[in-house]
Nanobody, 115 residues
């Protein structure tokens, strides 16, 4: 089975930076995209950033210009560099691995932006 593990979350002050990592392992087949989503208390889960196997990227409007998604395909790992963090970025961040037949979610990592 496929395992998806996020890391790098934590507490950071407003204006600070954080880098999240997501590593996929196991019976992986046909990954065509990996992405980050987040969910804050009382809010819907929303798209943060997605990167395809070909390198195309897309971002949610609220993070454009501040966050950057990248990947290391041989390692099946995707990163999310978060800069100029704001309190409203506080959420649980989830990694999603989209494959030909199904998608798999990680357990999430908490990001808290507070003074």
């Amino acid at each position: 089975q496929v395992q998806v593990v996020e890391s790098g979350g934590g507490l950071v002050q407003p204006g600070g930076s954080l880098r999240l990592s997501c590593a996929a392992s196991g019976s992986i087949f046909g990954i065509y995209a990996m992405g980050w989503y987040r969910q804050a208390p009382g809010k819907q889960r929303e798209l943060v950033a997605v990167i395809t196997s070909g390198g195309s990227t897309s971002y949610g409007d609220s993070v454009k210009g501040r966050f950057t998604i990248s990947r290391d395909n041989p390692k099946n790992t995707v990163y999310l560099q978060m800069n100029s963090l704001k309190p409203e970025d506080t959420a649980v961040y989830y990694c999603n691995v989209a494959m030909v037949v199904r998608s798999v979610w990680g357990q999430g990592t908490q990001v808290t932006v507070s003074s």
